[in-house]
Structure formats: structure tokens, C-alpha cells
T-cell receptor, first 110, second 112 residues
Framework: DTAVSQTPKYLVTQMGNDKSIKCEQN?????MYWYKQDSKKFLKIMFS???????INETVPNRFSPKSPDKAHLNLHINSLELGDSAVYFC?????????FGQGTRLTVV | KQEVTQIPAALSVPEGENLVLNCSFT??????LQWFRQDPGKGLTSLLL?????REQTSGRLNASLDKSSGRSTLYIAASQPGDSATYLC???????????FGSGTRLQVQP
């Protein structure tokens, strides 16, 4: 049973398109996150949600819109994709301590 | 603003050697510190979590220490094996901020 699962694993799309990445956790955690890993492998927080409420938005362009329909899900919708959005996006969850990460979604914008 | 630095950036050792990976952070007001492993093209696997009130944690051949006042943590790997080859990431969660700040990682290669 995968604790944090995200789909799709790979996403190749053209500039200007809109795409979504889905994330689900079955750990019962209150807090979920989206992180971005750039081409230099550096990981940086994008968004943090606690009990479906946004608590951190790390100066991410408003083309990125997270949505949390319930505590177990945090989806990431990206409008008008740009070349610079190409990266690996990781979903994670935690409950006041250890964070668990999904396997990542490699987004390639062409 | 919290900054996390990991030294060295890359390390290559022969199998069986004991090794130490270093992590330093600029703001000592942390809630916890976590060490992860990332294999190429894969996600992050949590190795050890140290709460701010703790000094160290151990799991098998891994031992992580935390000196909060000096802003340092070390990950000690005993009797390294080729299967330990991966990138090791250090991350801190600041008190009152529900997010991790990551270092840039140490890429470890253990040669058979």
C-alpha cells in the first residue's frame, strides 16, 4: 500500500497547455505539500495545506493553483504551461513530524 | 530565512568504509531535522527524523546527530555498501513553519 501516491508519473505537454497532477495520502495526515525539484536537483516548497487550508504559498506564480477537496487529497493544477515549469513535482504529507513523499511527477514542457 | 548547506557535494568511497555526511543550517529555531535518501529518478525515502529536543537517532547502520545550538547535523553511515549509493538530503522544519527547507544534497557512490 503506497502511503503517498501521485499521478501521473510522467507528463509531457506543449507550452500553453493546462495540466493537473493528483496526489493522495492514506496516512491520515493533516498536512500536505507540493515541492518542486529543479534541473539542479534542488527541492523547494511550493505550497503547504493543513486540514484543507492553505498555510504556505511560497511566491509561486498564480498559474499554479493547488486544490484540496479533502484532507487526503491535494491536487496541483497548472495553467498556461511554460518551458521553465519543466521539473519534478513531489507531493508529501506529515503529521507534526516525519514527512513522507510521493514518487514524483516529471513534467516536461516542450 | 533558513538556509541549509550540505558538505561534501559528492563523495566516492570503497565498500566497507565508515563515512560522515555533514549538514548545517543558519537558524537554530528548528522543530525537527530529517535525513532522506533519493535514488536516481525516484522519490525521497525518509531515513531518520530528529526532533529538536533530541541529540541523535539510530537506524541500523545509520546514525544521525543534531547540535541545534551550533546549527549542525551529521549522518554517519557504518560499513558502507554499494547499495548505499544515492543522494542524501538533509531538511529542516522551522518552528511555526509547516514546510521543509532542503540542502542541495550529498551524492554518494560506494564502490564494490
Amino acid at each position: 500500500d503506497t502511503a503517498v501516491s501521485q499521478t501521473p508519473k510522467y507528463l509531457v505537454t506543449q507550452m500553453g497547455n493546462d495540466k493537473s497532477i493528483k496526489c493522495e495520502q492514506n496516512l491520515g495526515h493533516d498536512t500536505m505539500y507540493w515541492y518542486k525539484q529543479d534541473s539542479k536537483k534542488f527541492l523547494k516548497i511550493m505550497f503547504s495545506y493543513n486540514n484543507k487550508e492553505l498555510i504556505i504559498n511560497e511566491t509561486v506564480p498564480n498559474r499554479f493553483s493547488p486544490k484540496s477537496p479533502d484532507k487526503a487529497h491535494l491536487n496541483l493544477h497548472i495553467n498556461s504551461l511554460e518551458l521553465g515549469d519543466s521539473a519534478v513535482y513531489f507531493c508529501a504529507s506529515s503529521q507534526l513530524s516525519e514527512a513522507f513523499f510521493g514518487q514524483g511527477t516529471r513534467l516536461t514542457v516542450v | 530565512k533558513q538556509e541549509v548547506t550540505q558538505i561534501p557535494a559528492a563523495l566516492s568511497v570503497p565498500e566497507g568504509e565508515n563515512l560522515v555526511l555533514n549538514c548545517s543550517f543558519t537558524d537554530s529555531a528548528i522543530y525537527n531535522l530529517q535525513w532522506f535518501r533519493q535514488d536516481p529518478g525516484k522519490g525521497l525515502t525518509s531515513l531518520l527524523l530528529i526532533q529538536s529536543s533530541q541529540r541523535e537517532q539510530t537506524s541500523g547502520r545509520l546514525n544521525a546527530s543534531l547540535d541545534k545550538s551550533s546549527g549542525r547535523s551529521t549522518l554517519y553511515i557504518a560499513a558502507s555498501q554499494p547499495g548505499d549509493s544515492a543522494t542524501y538530503l538533509c531538511a529542516v522544519e522551522d518552528t511555526g513553519r509547516r514546510a521543509l527547507t532542503f540542502g542541495s544534497g550529498t551524492r554518494l557512490q560506494v564502490q564494490p
